[in-house]
């Protein structure tokens, strides 16, 4: 199974508005609504933000968000802050009952 | 509140088996509604799911891995274990336990902080 799509790395000014895309198949993530997005700070484990593509856990500020079109998963962050400076994953259940991780994208606020 | 633990060698022989044990606090393994995963890291690198059982011994694998693979739960224990044979330097990472919710949602929501194991002579 290939690892799904994001890009590198995103970056943007505190108070502004991100969207990292996460692009996979008919076979995850447009299969799917078992789409969820980690969040991960250096020498962290990750932590769950998005689960079932746009809900959020208890304690997940509001200003994250998720959404999909087709193949594409999307997690956006509004209101950017300093603290959400990260590596974020996506990650999607499969045909074959497995997961599968995107290659992670660094945020980073300027 | 749950609480996931890695355990295990830091340093593991070429060619050699990589052993890894998560022990579980805070609640029961054997709950219906949970799948029990391992999740890899290679240094500056992204996840990689690695294998998943229930307490019932239902497991799924990552087909690159499956033929190296072998996870397993002991329910007395409150632990569930992995095995990855004949290692190589591409399998240094951090290696997570995590927990997966698996019915109607799909998710990892509890994670242990990570153990790092390094394949070197």
């Known amino acids: 199974q290939s690892a799904l799509t994001q890009p590198a790395s995103v970056s943007g000014s505190p108070g502004q508005s991100i969207t990292i895309s996460c692009t996979g198949s008919?076979?995850?993530?447009?299969?799917?609504?078992?789409v969820s997005w980690y969040q991960q700070h250096p020498g962290k484990a990750p932590q769950l933000m998005i689960y079932?593509?746009?809900n959020r856990p208890s304690g997940v500020s509001n200003r994250f968000s998720g959404s999909k079109s087709g193949n594409t998963a999307s997690l956006t962050i509004s209101g950017l802050q300093a603290e959400d400076e990260a590596d974020y994953y996506c990650n999607s259940y499969t045909t074959s009952s497995t997961w599968v991780f995107g290659g992670g994208t660094k945020v980073t606020v300027l | 509140q749950l609480q996931l633990q890695e355990s295990g060698p830091g340093l593991v022989k070429p060619s050699e088996t990589l052993s890894l044990t998560c022990t579980v606090s805070g609640g029961s393994l054997t709950s219906s509604s949970y799948y029990w995963d391992w999740i890899r890291q290679p240094p500056g690198k992204g996840l990689e799911w690695i294998a998943s059982i229930n307490y019932n011994g239902n497991r799924y694998y990552n087909p690159s891995l499956k033929s190296r693979v072998t996870i397993s739960v002991d329910t007395s224990e409150n632990q569930f274990s992995l095995k990855l044979k004949s290692v190589t330097a591409a399998d240094t990472a951090v290696y997570y336990c995590?927990?997966?919710?698996?019915?109607?949602?799909?998710?990892?929501?509890?994670w242990g902080q990570g153990t790092l194991v390094t394949v070197s002579s």
């Open positions: 079932d593509v746009s």
């Open positions: 008919s076979s995850d993530v447009g299969g799917y609504n078992s």
């Open positions: 995590a927990r997966e919710l698996g019915s109607t949602s799909n998710y990892f929501d509890y």
